[in-house]
């Protein structure tokens, strides 16, 4: 079965950096389009970024995000990263991988990895 990991996570000063990943396992990596999601305490989860999946792969981000995170996967690792720099107070949330099913939608998700990032 599918199954995503997340890691990384962890507590930062506002300014710093963390890099989360997703180890994947159960299907393709290669094949699927990946994403990263985040929920803050007392909101709804919310979109962070997508990357695509064959060819040169092509990515989008929430504009709250844009220029300051990066996603990237490497297909011989199985592994999906999300790199976060100059982290904001209003980062902190739990972020979740999850991975594109045969529909196209994000229909497999991690457990989520907590990030806090303190003023």
């Known amino acids: 079965q599918v199954q995503l990991v997340e890691s990384g996570g962890g507590s930062v000063q506002a300014g710093g950096s963390l890099r989360l990943s997703c180890a994947a396992s159960?299907?393709?990596?290669?094949?699927?389009?990946m994403g990263w999601f985040r929920q803050a305490p007392g909101k709804e989860r919310e979109w962070v970024t997508t990357?695509?999946?064959?060819?040169?792969?092509?990515?989008a981000y929430a504009a709250s995000v844009k220029g300051r995170f990066t996603i990237s996967r490497d297909n011989a690792k199985n592994t999906l990263y999300l790199q976060m720099n100059s982290l904001k107070p209003e980062d902190t949330a739990i972020y979740y991988c999850?991975?594109?099913?045969?529909?196209?939608?994000?229909?497999?998700w991690g457990r989520g990895t907590q990030v806090t990032v303190s003023a």
């Open positions: 159960g299907y393709t990596f290669s094949s699927r389009c």
């Open positions: 990357i695509s999946s064959t060819g040169v792969a092509s990515t």
């Open positions: 999850a991975a594109c099913d045969s529909s196209g939608s994000f229909g497999y």
